[in-house]
């Protein structure tokens, strides 16, 4: 079978990159960066992945040069186009503008990869470096206001770069640069995800042996289509599920959870309540990562506890995880990725059962919408294929805590550069938030404050105008990787962190929230709409009020590697808005304008 091999240079996109490439039927691996060239002669082609790195640090990731004397077609992708431009003796040095979100690049030459495109396409940046000089033999084919050498080529030796992403959904015509450099490889197209299955269920078999998986599941598309299909190929009698309620969850979830497997015919399911064990271990806690790593290690610590009290042996039993691919790269689960945030399985004590060869992901290469497909062909009922994601930590991840005012050195002289900037450019104002959020940025991790913009009261309210705002605001200044909308109140208002932690109260209050949005998409039909829909709880109040502030966080997304704020109807979130203020214990209502990057889905 014709391959193209995907060398990683720790970019959070790498897996993605080979998602595309499956996805027009090519199969792809991905390898390490410096793989030798003689390992890559028997590939049909190769593509450089980004990274979140300078190609000057100090062990930044490298190739071998030789690589690009093989005559095999090379596509590199951000970082990935900046390594074959230094490697080949050209030059790279910072961005004037740090990019980060949409552009338009002027195509000068539609041919190549760019063949059948148009004379300008709309694409997708995440850099900071940037090409200065292009080597001998190499010429611009696309530039953008901000980067003269988007696109670079040499169609002799059939050497592309690109510094945008067009792995990723936001390049609009990202999969046809993708499709031409194939055409390029002259790959056959042989590969499905119909395969897929077929290989992985002999894996299973093959791993599981005589043995047999105890499995955490949630509810959501993830785990239940691991289940279902561990349960294929190893049967019902081998396999048993733990549904955990952390009392983090959902308003009302472990009772659709139970009825939706019920349903669906999913056997062999156990519900236990771990509330208080959960809340205790969170008690004081304010750090995300620290929050992260206590709610993994308490599911592992009760998923223990439960087989004691079954009677099982834990000798005969594999753990079994409806981990995927995002959730290994933002964990830097890749030699060179820059670690974004620990998901709740790949905490130390998972990170052990695995190297003791005692975890099955059976799902950890694929992406979202991959799973979707693998769920749809295994017969899993389409409620449950088209739930809306939600984190392994439930609700400990959107209920932010703090015990102080956070703000950055400097920050009224930080702010008022903010401000001087949106007045002159977009007539508004804002203020930089006392807490901080994290992002990503050039495929590296950030841990940066948020920006309240705030619109006059007969300023006309356009969703394109704002998602332009809050490019410009995180492109230009680093303090911030985040934007919000102010909805609720209006008027400049005296900001303060209200100390908190999690608590069985503030649970609650988000909960009420939460379960009042996700009814009122559903009502009014944006749930197929929208990809996710975190509600969060800010520890924040206004004007020496004494609730709390509640952001929404609505996103468009296919696989959760890049995502889009989604555009609301404005009569319709009048009326949401209102229907929270309904609620008592909030002070404001924000609506989160960031695409990811800069800013992740989650807020930690």
Not at 100 to 117: P, Q, R, V
Not at 433 to 458: C, E, M, N, W
Request: charged share 25%; proline share 4%; glycine share 10%.
């Amino acid at each position: 079978m014709d391959k193209i091999a995907v060398l990683d240079f720790g970019g959070q996109y790498s897996h993605l990159i080979a998602n595309r490439v499956r996805r027009l039927n090519v199969y792809s691996e991905i390898l390490d960066s410096n793989t030798p060239a003689e390992s890559l002669k028997d590939y049909k082609g190769i593509i450089l992945s980004g990274g979140p790195q300078s190609v000057y640090e100090e062990n930044s990731p490298q190739c071998d040069p030789q690589i690009f004397y093989l005559g095999i077609p090379i596509l590199g992708i951000c970082y990935g186009l900046q390594i074959m431009v230094y490697k080949k003796g050209g030059k790279v040095s910072p961005g004037k503008v740090k990019e980060y979100g949409k552009a338009d690049i002027k195509i000068t030459k539609k041919e190549g990869i760019f063949e059948g495109l148009g004379a300008e396409e709309n694409v997708w940046m995440s850099h900071g470096d940037e090409v200065a000089q292009l080597p001998e033999g190499m010429e611009i084919i696309g530039s953008t206001d901000n980067c003269v050498n988007a696109a670079v080529a040499d169609f002799e030796k059939k050497l592309y770069g690109v510094q945008f992403h067009p792995e990723v959904t936001h390049t609009k015509n990202g999969m046809k640069i993708i499709d031409n450099f194939l055409n390029i490889t002259g790959a056959k197209r042989e590969w499905s995800l119909d395969a897929f299955i077929e290989t992985e269920m002999r894996t299973i078999r093959e791993k599981v042996g005589e043995n047999k998986v105890f499995m955490l599941i949630s509810g959501g598309v993830d785990s239940t289509v691991a289940y279902s299909l561990i349960q294929k190929a190893i049967g019902t009698e081998r396999t048993h599920g733990l549904f955990v309620d952390t009392g983090l969850i959902r308003q009302h979830e472990r009772e659709e959870v139970e009825q939706a497997y019920k349903k669906a015919g999913i056997e062999n399911v156990h519900f236990y309540y771990g509330g208080e064990k959960f809340f205790s271990r969170l008690d004081h806690v304010y750090e995300p990562e620290e929050k992260r790593k206590i709610i993994g290690d308490t599911f592992i610590d009760v998923q223990k506890h439960v087989v004691e009290t079954m009677g099982l042996n834990p000798d005969e039993w594999l753990l079994g995880q409806g981990t995927i691919y995002p959730d290994t790269i933002e964990t830097g689960g890749t030699k060179n990725a820059d670690k974004i945030k620990t998901h709740h399985n790949r905490v130390e004590q998972i990170e052990q059962l695995i190297k003791a060869g005692k975890v099955i992901e059976p799902l950890m290469q694929l992406y979202k919408d991959e799973v979707r497909t693998v769920g749809q062909k295994l017969g899993v009922p389409e409620e449950i294929v088209q739930r809306h994601p939600f984190p392994g930590p439930g609700l400990g991840v959107r209920c932010l805590c703090a015990m102080k005012d956070d703000y950055p050195e400097n920050h009224e002289a930080v702010e008022k550069e903010i401000n001087d900037y949106l007045h002159e450019k977009y007539d508004i104002n804002g203020q930089i938030l006392p807490i901080k959020s994290v992002g990503v940025q050039g495929d590296a991790r950030t841990y940066r404050h948020p920006f309240l913009i705030k619109l006059h009261k007969d300023t006309k309210r356009d969703w394109e105008l704002l998602g332009e705002i809050s490019t410009d605001i995180t492109n230009r200044f680093n303090t911030v990787n985040r934007v919000l909308l102010l909805l609720h109140p209006r008027g400049v208002m005296d900001v303060k962190v209200k100390p908190g932690y999690i608590t069985k109260d503030r649970i609650e209050l988000l909960q009420k929230a939460d379960y009042r949005v996700t009814q009122f998409i559903k009502y009014h039909k944006m749930y197929g709409e929208i990809w996710q829909f975190p509600t969060v709880l800010l520890p924040l109040s206004l004007n020496e009020g004494s609730g709390e502030c509640v952001v929404l966080r609505p996103i468009q997304s296919e696989e959760a590697m890049t995502a889009n704020f989604y555009r609301m109807n404005w009569k319709w979130l009048d009326e949401l808005v209102d229907g929270i203020n309904e609620t008592p214990g909030f002070d404001g209502v924000f609506y989160d304008l960031t695409n990811k990057p800069p800013g992740t889905i989650e807020w930690e």
